[in-house]
């Protein structure tokens, strides 16, 4: 049963009619009904064959289904619609002719147009023809068609497919029966003059930004993904948003404004739509999202501002320099969430008390008079295209040195010397990249009317990078009692902005 590219069936109870009435001639039980939704028989991919070997293949499930089953004695014949819809590769009709010819009993293939009929010893010379010239045409077609889209590519103009998420697809070209489509409105912007793939919709491009944006400030995919989530804002396809999700629809060139031709961005090719990001933003994004050295994951995203954010005194003491410090997560002890030790449950603190202390410190900072200090200083003038190259280069050479300590070339030592020199300068490549291109986190809140509103109302995400640029929680082991000790949170500031922990323990006590 064949389905048009929508997954509509298409003439299905036609079909299904024809079918039944031809199997009712012959005289024939219908056994199985075999469909293949959205599967063609002319395009091929790489599969896997039974002895293991890699062949580009057309992708049949519905054909091995039932080759199988003849195979198998389970059926002994095979009623398809026609010659030219069943068969378009001529090793798929090759493995027919097999089954057929070498089975140990009879098999019978008709189809309903007359176009095909095979049993054991007859002569298969004309539909080999037909498949091999059907097969032709369909390379034919294929080259047409890759030719109009590399003319549509140049000519900056849209390709069509799947609507892209920050974009309508514009008025319906079908409509119900007694509709007509010049009548027919955008279901977005309800009007006859959207494109699609090029109208944005603003609700979604809004998303792409604020996404875009926040990541390059440092909260993470599976944050802004929750984030998405919870706002039920809602994907092309209707699917929850996951981080997967949202890195797709992130890491598209096209939201630069940019044209892609089988997976190549065409320099100097304008795009017809305006640009979601600047170009810049798109390239820094990319370069996160496809870091091989990024670390991601699994799971829900943390619900509370310390996770992987405040250390571990005993593991990663204060004052030691070290590139992945040992932090902390949430538990509950009781009913009471607490900080513990990610690695080996060294501290326990109750995670409200010790959020307070921390917040005291943001609180004091973002309230100062001079808070302004806080914010970055403006973009410098860099060489993004030098930064970048220098930060592969040194990638590059971190997997040399690897492969060197691996042969007995470099030392342990050596290479963790290295690496950790590396990182550093990695880290402030990434600092003067992202710096060009996002605003400073902290500026919402420093600028706000009322930042310590500004403060409480951000996301938990948000929060989270602003204390991690703010200062330095290290939760130390407690004094004995059933008090809460505010001596054992730590807090170092990065800022210059003076205070004492003294004067900042004060606001919680």
């Known amino acids: 049963m064949d389905l048009t590219d929508e997954g509509i069936p298409f003439g299905l109870d036609d079909q299904l009619r024809r079918m039944h009435g031809k199997a009712d001639d012959l005289g024939w039980d219908v056994w199985k009904v075999i469909k293949n939704p959205r599967l063609s028989a002319y395009k091929r991919r790489k599969i896997t064959l039974p002895d293991g070997r890699r062949e580009y293949r057309v992708f049949r499930p519905d054909l091995r289904e039932a080759l199988a089953d003849l195979a198998a004695g389970r059926a002994n014949a095979l009623l398809c619609l026609d010659l030219d819809r069943a068969f378009r590769d001529p090793k798929d009709l090759q493995d027919l002719i097999d089954v057929v010819d070498h089975s140990p009993h009879d098999i019978v293939v ?45 000519n900056g103009q849209y390709g069509g497919g799947k609507r892209p998420f920050g974009f ?9 029966d007694g509709g007509r489509t010049d009548e027919a409105v955008c279901a977005w912007h309800g009007g006859r003059d959207c494109r699609s793939g090029i109208t944005p919709i603003k609700t979604e491009t809004d998303v792409i930004a604020d996404c875009s944006r926040r990541l390059l400030q440092g909260v993470s995919l599976r944050a802004l993904a929750a984030e998405l989530r919870d706002k039920d804002v809602p994907t092309v396809t209707g699917a929850k948003w996951s981080a997967e999700t949202l890195r797709d629809v992130l890491l598209r060139p096209r939201n630069a404004g940019l044209i892609v031709y089988r997976g190549e961005i065409l320099d100097g090719v304008s795009a017809p739509w305006e640009p979601i990001v600047a170009p810049e933003t798109f390239e820094a994004v990319r370069d996160l999202l496809t870091d091989p050295a990024r670390q991601t994951a699994p799971g829900a995203p943390p619900r509370w501002v310390g996770t992987g954010v405040y250390r571990c005194g005993l593991c990663s003491p204060p004052g030691m320099e070290t590139t ?20 080996y449950n060294h501290v326990a603190r109750n995670a409200h008390r010790t959020d307070e202390v921390v917040f005291a410190h943001v609180m004091y900072a973002i309230t100062h008079p001079r808070a302004y200090e806080l914010l970055a200083p403006a973009a410098p003038d860099v060489d993004a295209a030098a930064l970048r190259t220098e930060k592969a280069t040194l990638r590059q050479t971190l997997a040399r040195m690897a492969e060197d300590e691996v042969l007995g070339l470099r030392t342990q030592e050596q290479v963790r010397a290295a690496t950790r020199r590396a990182n550093i300068r ?59 000790d505010i001596a054992s949170v730590r807090v170092d500031p990065k800022h210059s902005l003076g205070g004492t922990p003294a004067q900042f323990q004060a606001d919680v006590r």
């Open 168 to 176: 309508c697809s514009g008025p319906p070209k079908i409509v119900p």
């Open 110 to 154: 008709e189809s309903v147009t007359g176009s095909l009929h095979m049993e054991k010893g007859r002569d298969n010379f004309d539909a080999e023809i037909r498949v091999l010239v059907a097969n032709k045409a369909s390379r034919d077609t294929a080259r047409r068609v890759a030719a109009a889209r590399e003319r549509q590519a140049l």
């Open 426 to 484: 990695i880290s402030e490549i990434d600092e003067l990249l992202n710096v060009t291109v996002t605003d400073d986190p902290l500026a919402e809140v420093v600028n706000a009317a009322d930042p310590v509103k500004a403060w409480k109302d951000m996301p938990v995400a948000d929060k989270r990078v602003i204390v991690d640029r703010l200062c330095t929680v290290t939760i130390l082991s407690a004094r004995p009692g059933r008090r809460f």
């Open 324 to 343: 992945r410090p040992a932090t902390c997560h949430v538990t509950r002890g009781g009913t009471n969430p607490r900080y513990t030790c990610r690695e």
